[in-house]
């Protein structure tokens, strides 16, 4: 079991467990003690101290001014797991596991598990094709002002420069500093540069390959090395040394979601994390870090404080406004950002919150596979998000070779199309006293987003300097159309929100309308309307018409995307 860090003041008592003499021996030339002594060094001279009462006392730390306004961001994940372009990113721990599609696809196209396991991946992995600045052009078309790119996946090979493990893409595999050059490109484009680490589960992601004849097997039976060897919590294991691609490949708890699950990650493991995060911090100095929900596992939590003071102390000394991006409760309220995968919230919420989810429905890389979102379903998620006080972070998968597979590049370009006609309704704005109207709500909670079928009552709301834009989420859908395929656009659009305010019925708004007028309108003219015990009627057929003819009404896969109404008052 980890041990507790001790309460500040006495930093004397803040030095970690020693590494092993063994592997200081192996590993000589990374001096792994000194840089754990300038990491507690960091994490406690402030102005942010390693506590709880420290990291959540101030609202800045949850919520940076840039986040707040950019509201649109890019992931990619993009790593050796993304070689055989098969099944999902999960391949480097299914492959092992037998009886899966993947262990029966590794030995039909890679030969043995005993001779051809996941290491045997690192000299495919060329990025023949890869060029950063494509990628951020992409990526910029779409709308996005932030990018995050996948630092460090499950598997444990790393896409950046690192002198903790050689299993990395500037010695290994592309032999290129991945993350550096998408980190250029990504500050050439004026964009915010973060990026996320999902190394906490590769204590237990390899473990699988431990339970029959693999590469993984033969190494830890290969390792005279008894140290190695021993019992953890009641597990035995064997063999694997630290340094080595697959170590410690632990056994996988029964629930992904235990978080006192054993047996417990070791201060080894758990040093080599701290320190590998650290050194991403302070060679790219992300504006945020992102990480899995493994973080959140008990032995984790004074090493999480840890790493987050040492990087709210080491952005305080950059003059850069950063935060953390996590789920569940790997970090005390108020101390990051809450992220909720595949999901989110069906209502606005009284803090900032990030959802993250991917431009298929089955994979977060590529593969041959995919089962592609309508480019207007994730226009419809980043108006719902940003309506209910959150952010969108759109995952694309790129190919092996490091291109962006065309029908990825079709969705980002119909986002982007959307964009430039009606992201003054996304960017900069807040969440309006009301943020839904009509009979279809948002789906809530994690993993959660079956496509649903709005209508043209489904109204969200976001503001910005006084004004209100109501986007209007299926303009074409009709109330109560079965789909989203309709070619009859409505000749008045109706929010009942704005209906007249009487003492029997007190609506949002009790106000004078000085105009409306509709985003993508050619003319820009003044949208006519009345305003009764129902709503705001507003005749919108004309515009429409304009804007069908002028390109500004966004269609994708016969369905037209939503339109947003700018509401002004006196």
């Keep these: 079991m980890s041990q507790h860090i001790p309460a500040m003041p006495d930093r004397s008592s803040w030095i970690l467990p020693a590494i092993p003499a063994a592997q200081s021996k192996a590993h000589s030339l990374r001096a792994t003690p000194a840089l754990l002594d300038e990491i507690v060094r960091v994490a406690t001279q402030g102005p942010w101290l390693p506590t709880q009462e420290s990291l959540a006392r101030h609202e800045q730390l949850s919520t940076p001014a840039w986040f707040g306004r950019d509201k649109f961001g890019i992931f ?154 021993g019992n953890l919590d009641g597990f035995e294991y064997r063999g694997l040394k630290h340094g080595s691609f697959y170590w410690p490949a632990m056994p996988e708890p029964a629930s992904h979601m235990d978080m006192q699950s054993k047996p417990y990650p070791s201060d080894e493991y758990l040093q ?93 890389d590529y593969t041959s596979t995919l089962e592609y979102k309508p480019a207007g379903e994730i226009v419809r998620t980043l108006i719902n998000v940003t309506s209910h006080n959150g952010n969108l972070l759109l995952n694309v998968g790129p190919r092996a070779d490091g291109s962006l597979a065309q029908k990825d590049r079709d969705i980002l370009h119909t986002i982007g199309s959307w964009m430039k006609v009606n992201s003054e309704a996304i960017y900069d704005t807040i969440a309006w006293k009301e943020s839904d109207e009509g009979p279809t709500p948002a789906h809530s909670g994690s993993f959660n987003e079956a496509a649903i079928d709005y209508t043209s009552a489904d109204i969200r709301f976001t503001s910005r300097a006084g004004i209100v834009y109501a986007s209007v989420l299926a303009p074409a859908g009709g109330e109560g159309a079965e789909h989203l395929h309709r070619s009859v656009l409505p000749e008045i659009i109706t929010v009942k929100a704005y209906r007249e305010y009487r003492d029997e019925d007190h609506s949002p708004f009790h106000g004078v309308m000085r105009r409306v007028s509709i985003l993508g309108d050619p003319e820009n003219t003044d949208l006519p309307f009345t305003r009764d015990s129902e709503g705001l009627h507003i005749h919108v057929g004309e515009a429409l018409a304009r804007m069908r003819a002028a390109g500004t009404l966004i269609t994708s896969d016969e369905d037209v995307l939503p339109v947003v109404l700018r509401l002004e008052e006196k």
Excluded at 91 to 110: A, P
Excluded at 217 to 225: K, S
Aim: net charge negative.
């Design 272 to 364: 080599d994390w701290l320190m590998r995060t650290c050194e991403i911090i302070d060679s790219y100095q992300p504006e945020m870090l992102y990480f899995d929900w493994w973080i959140g596992h008990e032995a984790f939590k004074p090493y999480v404080m840890l790493m987050a003071a040492y990087y709210y102390n080491r952005a305080a000394q950059w003059g850069r406004d950063v935060s953390i991006c996590y789920k569940e409760n790997a970090l005390p309220w108020g101390a990051g950002m809450m992220d909720v995968e595949r999901g989110g919230y069906n209502q606005a919420m009284p803090f900032h919150w990030q959802t993250d989810t991917s431009i298929a429905y089955n994979s977060w």
């Design 76 to 229: 990619t994940h993009w790593g050796l797991y993304t070689v055989p372009e098969f099944a999902n990113e999960w391949y480097s721990r299914n492959l092992y596991i037998q009886g899966t599609d993947e262990f029966k696809h590794q030995i039909d196209t890679f030969g043995a598990h005993s001779e051809h396991g996941y290491q045997s991946f690192i000299p495919l992995f060329t990025a023949q094709k890869f060029n950063a600045h494509e990628w951020l052009d992409a990526f910029a078309d779409a709308g996005a002002r932030y990018y995050f790119p996948v630092a460090e996946h499950h598997d444990g090979f790393q896409m950046y420069a690192s002198r903790l493990s050689h299993f990395n893409a500037v010695e290994m595999g592309p032999k290129r500093d991945i993350i550096g050059e998408l980190r250029e490109a990504t500050l050439d484009h004026g964009m915010h540069f973060a990026t996320s680490s999902h190394r906490a589960e590769h204590w237990w992601f390899m473990s699988h390959g431990m339970e029959f004849d693999s590469d993984i097997r033969r190494e830890a039976e290969a390792n005279t090395n008894t140290e190695r060897g």
